[in-house]
């Protein structure tokens, strides 16, 4: 869905961080820029392309991709949530929440609860315009819309009222979900929802305080500015001015067990005002009510597993009047504890046994008894959704269950646990099947006779909707165009119209809602949020293809600058993150994926060409395997005439930022390298054992202890060639990310041996740099960085200046 960082089990996920922006502090004599001096001929001098502004891309709004959408009963609006332009303040106290008990775990932006018409441009914003709104949920007559919002300056379970347009808040409750997809969910009687909300004497701060802090506190309050402390070491330098009063502070303090996520699950009449709780003070997950209304079914959240990367939970059935609680399932392996659904009959409930460890099987519970059964032989896949998101899906007679395995769409047969692979589409991977969330049951539009399914082509740069005929496997397309379809919870559909709602983006377009017809076969636009870019020519992409040290065909998205004329040599950024395969977000808006901050589309239009390699690694070669994959990667680049091979320079962000020093310190090439939110220690013996399961069966990839691998923990730790680096290297990083150690460590490490190294800490940032003023501030030293040490004539804009098919030199 996006470019992400080192994973984490539900019991230590922490949201992203912001803050109030305050003034700049310098800790550090600046580094000199490099000396100009080349005499040039005169020739014509041009840019490629008018630059995007810097101050338009942290003014986009964009769809959040985890956040349900959902459709009206009659399917003339959709529910969606927006991140919005502002960001959201943030305390000292959680990483996870604000004051007002804004959960951080989709990121910090004011979210948007919006009603958007599919028939006109019409939209309406639920909440105040100065508070955060998200997860809104149609009623099931149509006439009501939940949703969170934190207006008044607490967070509240709120309710739209289409026949007045009026929201009146659900009184004395606060609701505590924490990912998007933890929405209220509406009984069947339109008047009743179920919902997680914080214990009776149990105020957001007390909450918020149960996590515990590892925050640094600043001071000054100028909203002005960016607030960044930088550090910089240049060689030339007669000596270091850092003053030790003025370093960075940090704190390893953590959070207290899985207190911060416990929560009372409740039932709330809207009408008579009462609140019935089902269970209290416990860290529910994920929360069902079962189609005949008798039981609610939830998860429980129980840390994760020693020494790996695999979230447990218990799943629980609950009677609704009497209360009792039959546990089915103990320590039972999901991803994020949702991946489970109760059957049409209420009688059973499935689950997709997920995550890191998980075994990928579909396992059933008896409700009445407590009986386990697992679907599972050989001839059937690993079921496992892979972020683990979804549920395994019933068919409207309960007979059968839909699930997505190895690419394909599976048909299982409840009773006799035998699969059959019902829908396989040559060169494409079917990512999920169309279905709404909240909803057990796989969507058809006839009966049952069709399913549909959202794809991917493998091997290209399409996405598309198919159609599956249940009796026959046919299975045909009906939609395919270069873009990219998000999936899971951003698919919906409506028996009314029998439309598909679907989010769509693409290189040059952020995400929107488009809409399928089935009947007609046509699609249309369904929401419109970012206009303001139609005014601006962005990059353009194309696939490269080449060959590994080792001999495996590779990939990647080479994106260009717009006006690119063939035989133009411009200066190549390579975007590197390890383990992912760069050439699948050809259709990625900006590249990278992760929002202003990483849009590639400010170095593109600024006449920078951008690589994203594949780049799969191997247990135990993190280190060689960088080296061996993304450089001959490079050198496709500059073979097919794209790229100058005299400015190269490698950029990436949390893991990737040890990939860029896995490349740096094995090859000299790279005449810069800019890394953002470092997670790795360089060294991995110092890192393990605060990261065990990190490194034994999670991303790290040793495969084991650095008692049974010590070679391998050596051999890929990049600090033991950190005198080898001759590439000028920037490091951004956000003062409240998990762990500054990292990039303390490498800012220490290479100023000790005497290497240019400049070091940007903005305060009050998260795992990602999001304030606007901290974004700007860093995208401009960025291009100051690159053209300083890429040898580049550069305008006002930071645009870089050609002459005679290559950039001019300073």
């Known amino acids: 869905m996006f470019a992400t960082f080192r994973r984490t089990p539900f019991s230590s996920l922490e949201g992203r961080s912001t803050f109030t922006p305050r003034p700049v502090v310098w800790l550090a ?198 607030s960044v402390v930088v550090r910089r070491f240049d060689p030339r330098e007669v000596a270091d001015t850092t003053s030790p009063e003025d370093a960075p502070q940090t704190s390893s303090a953590g959070a207290d067990a899985l207190r911060w996520a416990e929560v009372d699950l409740v039932i709330l009449d809207l009408e008579m005002g009462a609140v019935t709780r089902l269970a209290e003070r416990t860290p529910v997950r994920a929360y069902a009510m079962s189609p005949d209304e008798q039981r609610v079914a939830y998860t429980v959240a129980k840390g994760g597993e020693p020494n790996a990367q695999q979230s447990i939970y218990d799943l629980v059935v609950q009677d609704i009047d009497t209360g009792r609680r039959r546990t089915l399932a103990t320590n039972t392996r999901l991803g994020y504890g949702i991946e489970w659904s109760w059957s049409p009959d209420s009688r059973t409930l499935a689950q997709i046994t997920s995550g890191q460890l998980g075994s990928g099987e579909i396992v059933l519970y008896s409700v009445a008894d407590g009986t386990r059964h697992s679907l599972r032989s050989d001839s059937l896949p690993s079921f496992d959704p892979g972020e683990g998101e979804y549920p395994p899906l019933w068919d409207a007679s309960g007979e059968h269950l839909y699930a997505v395995g190895d690419g394909d769409l599976w048909r299982l047969n409840v009773a006799s646990g035998q699969g059959t692979r019902l829908a396989h589409v040559s060169g494409w991977q079917i990512r999920s099947p169309v279905w709404n969330h909240g909803s057990p049951g796989i969507w058809s539009n006839d009966g049952g006779q069709t399913v549909w399914v959202v794809a991917r082509e493998q091997n290209g740069t399409n996405a598309g909707i198919y159609a599956v005929d249940v009796a026959t496997s046919r299975t045909r397309p009906v939609l395919e165009d270069s873009a990219a379809y998000y999936a899971v919870f951003n698919i919906a559909a409506s028996d009314a119209t029998h439309e598909i709602a679907f989010v769509s983006t693409g290189l040059q377009n952020p995400a929107e809602i488009r809409m399928f017809d089935t009947r007609q076969g046509r699609a249309r636009q369904g929401s419109r949020i970012n206009a303001a870019l139609d005014r601006y020519a962005l990059g353009n992409v194309r696939i490269i293809d080449w060959q590994s040290a080792e001999g495996e065909p590779l990939r990647g998205a080479l994106l260009l600058p717009p006006g690119y004329q063939p035989g133009t040599r411009v200066p190549l950024v390579v975007y590197v993150y390890g383990g992912s395969m760069g050439s699948e977000a050809v259709n990625r808006f900006g590249l990278a994926g992760i929002g202003a901050t990483l849009n590639m589309h400010v170095l593109a239009t600024r006449g920078y060409a951008v690589l994203y390699p594949d780049a799969p690694l191997r247990e135990g070669r993190t280190m060689t395997d960088h080296l061996n994959t993304v450089m001959p990667g490079v050198d496709a680049a500059i073979e097919l005439g794209f790229a100058d091979p005299e400015r190269l320079a490698v950029m990436g962000q949390s893991y ?64 033991f060639l950190f005198d080898r680096i001759e590439t000028p290297l920037m490091i951004g990083q956000g003062e409240r990310d998990d762990n500054l150690v990292p990039s303390e460590a490498i800012f220490a490490a290479l100023e000790r041996l005497g290497k240019p190294v400049e070091y940007r800490l903005y305060r009050g940032e998260g795992h990602v740099i999001t304030q606007k003023d901290n974004v700007i501030d860093f995208w401009q030293r960025r291009l100051e960085f690159l053209a300083e040490n890429l040898d580049l004539v550069v305008d006002a804009t930071g645009s870089v200046v050609y002459e005679g098919g290559r950039a001019r030199r300073r």
């Open 656 to 719: 990737g930022s040890f990939g860029t020093l896995a490349l740096i310190t094995q090859t000299t090439r790279f005449k810069a390298a800019v890394i953002t939110a470092a997670v790795l220690h360089p060294d991995l013996f110092a890192d393990y054992l605060g990261s065990i399961g990190y490194y034994e069966q999670g991303q790290g990839n040793m495969g084991g202890s650095i008692w049974e691998h010590r070679d391998r923990y050596f051999d890929n730790s990049p600090l």
């Open 29 to 226: 004599v600046p580094m000199l820029a490099l000396s100009a001096g080349h005499d040039v001929v005169a020739q014509e001098t041009r840019t490629l392309g008018n630059p995007l502004p810097i101050e338009l891309i942290t003014s986009l709004r964009e769809h959040n991709g985890r956040s349900p959408i959902n459709l009206s009963p009659d399917g003339e609006w959709i529910a969606h949530t927006i991140r919005g332009i502002e960001r959201i303040p943030r305390d000292s106290i959680s990483r996870r929440y604000s004051a007002t008990g804004f959960p951080f775990a989709e990121g910090d932006a004011r979210m948007i609860a919006t009603l958007s018409n599919t028939r006109t441009d019409s939209s309406i914003s639920l909440g105040a315009s100065t508070s955060a709104s998200w997860a809104p949920v149609w009623s099931p007559d149509g006439n009501r819309v939940a949703f969170y919002s934190d207006q008044g300056g607490t967070s509240g379970v709120w309710i739209w009222e289409k026949a007045t347009g009026m929201v009146t808040r659900f009184p004395n409750v606060i609701p505590r979900p924490f990912f998007g997809f933890e929405t209220i969910q509406w009984l069947s009687d339109s008047r009743r929802v179920l919902v997680k909300i914080l214990p009776a004497d149990r105020t957001i701060a007390q909450a918020n305080a149960m996590e515990g802090s590892s925050q640094t506190s600043a001071s000054g309050d100028d909203p002005a500015e960016p």
